[in-house]
């Protein structure tokens, strides 16, 4: 995962395509107290995420219009955690109007969250959902590069949101899957007049955090060897050298690397 700054009141994490921030999504503002919402038919991939945190899973008719009925989805989850709204839909490929959209985000439960996936919205003619981020708003929106602009292998998407939403969202994602050359491509679709201008990227995370997660991660190794009776030899810990890009600098297409640190970094060989 990296982050790059969006604006004063929002911020965009950049992902391995978009599937990573909707399952995240899930994780982060559902569970068995908070009701995941979506449409049916509507697009499966939050529904599998919502069983990971055993959140009760609410499918509405979509309206005769093929678009999201949103007064239904309101009515069928008081306790939501998260409201899906994918437009243009899948497999549908309808809109939900806007207007609709700022229905939601009006009524909805005190506490839940709207996720707007526009994974296909270049497709159409829709208006998009970042008005509402810039707003301030409880809402994140869905933005890949793998669909009009043929990015599917290379892989690069996007979670807009406030700071503190996106932080939730970002908090489940592991280490750095993003490639250099997805973030190179996704920078030369910039609009004309802007492509030399700096976009800063955090890459993984910081150092310290590194050194904690390392030692936690060596900690439940050692745990799993005890538990499952994996003898000392077999299991025994080798110390890695491990280099993270902490920061880059994107100025047009060419990255410039202000800060490398290599961590010891303990692996438990023996366990596959």
């Not at 497709?123 to 008005?131: G, N, P, V, Y």
């Not at 609009?191 to 439940?220: D, M």
């Amino acid at each position: 995962m990296a982050v790059i700054s969006w604006s004063h009141t929002a911020m965009s994490a950049l992902f391995p395509g978009s599937s990573e921030p909707l399952h995240f999504s899930v994780l982060a503002f559902t569970s068995p107290s908070k009701s995941y919402v979506t449409a049916d038919p509507g697009y499966e991939a939050g529904m599998h995420a919502a069983k990971i945190s055993g959140a009760r899973v609410v499918k509405t008719p979509l309206t005769a219009s093929y678009g999201h009925d949103v007064k239904a989805m309101i009515t069928a989850a008081s306790d939501a955690g998260l409201f899906y709204v994918c437009t243009p839909n899948n497999p549908t490929g309808t809109l939900t109007p806007q207007v609709e959209i700022e229905y939601l985000v009006e009524h909805k439960p005190k506490g839940s969250i709207v996720l707007v996936d526009e994974a296909y919205i270049h497709f159409s003619d829709a208006t998009t959902a970042l008005d509402l981020v810039k707003a301030d708003k409880d809402v994140v929106v869905l933005r890949t590069f793998s669909k009009i602009y043929g990015m599917a292998g290379l892989r690069c998407g996007l979670a807009i949101g406030r700071p503190d939403l996106i932080e939730k969202v970002s908090s489940f994602s592991g280490w750095n899957s993003l490639p250099v050359t997805a973030v190179a491509a996704a920078l030369r679709t910039r609009p004309a007049g802007r492509e030399s201008s700096p976009v800063r990227c955090i890459c993984l995370r910081p150092p310290a955090r590194n050194r904690r997660l390392n030692l936690e991660r060596s900690r439940r190794l050692s745990r799993y060897r005890r538990r499952h009776g994996v003898p000392a030899e077999k299991g025994k810990p080798v110390e890695v050298a491990v280099t993270f890009i902490c920061e880059l600098t994107f100025t047009g297409y060419r990255a410039k690397l202000v800060n490398e640190v290599t961590l010891p970094f303990v692996i438990c060989s023996g366990l596959t």
